[in-house]
């Protein structure tokens, strides 16, 4: 069972940056096909983006696309977002979630595709 762990939220300017982690443990990430989502206060947890596990797809929520990036460093077994130019409605709580499908190399765009989730990490971007 792999532990999922973000970190690198936190209160930004519109438009600034901040690149948020998310680290394993217990398993190994090469074989995961991962995603970042988003749930603001009163709304439904959202896709943002996902990176299948060869690396070779990836796909953005159109609402991110254009400003953010998702990868994946595997010798340290970690996925990245980096985000830029970032809006007031990118406020929310951020999640990153694993999913072990080494038949499927694809980006998953429903939450309950995905097995592993971690405890989320809060992005503020005030207006």
């Known amino acids: 069972q792999v532990q999922l762990v973000e970190s690198g939220g936190g209160l930004v300017q519109v438009g600034g940056s901040l690149r948020l982690s998310c680290a394993a443990s217990?398993?190994?990430?090469?074989?995961?096909?991962m995603g970042w989502f988003r749930q603001a206060p009163g709304k439904e947890r959202e896709f943002v983006t996902g990176?299948?596990?060869?690396?070779?797809?990836?796909y953005y929520a159109d609402s991110v696309k254009g400003r953010f990036t998702i990868s994946r460093d595997n010798a340290k077994n970690t996925v990245y977002l980096q985000m830029n130019s970032l809006k007031p409605e990118d406020t929310a709580v951020y999640y990153c979630?694993?999913?072990?499908?080494?038949?499927?190399?694809?980006?998953?765009?429903?939450?309950?595709?995905?097995?592993?989730w971690g405890q989320g990490t809060q992005v503020t971007v005030p207006s």
């Open positions: 990176l299948s596990w060869s690396g070779r797809r990836t």
């Open positions: 979630a694993g999913n072990e499908d080494p038949y499927s190399d694809s980006v998953d765009l429903q939450p309950g595709m995905y097995d592993y």
């Open positions: 217990g398993r190994t990430l090469s074989r995961y096909n």
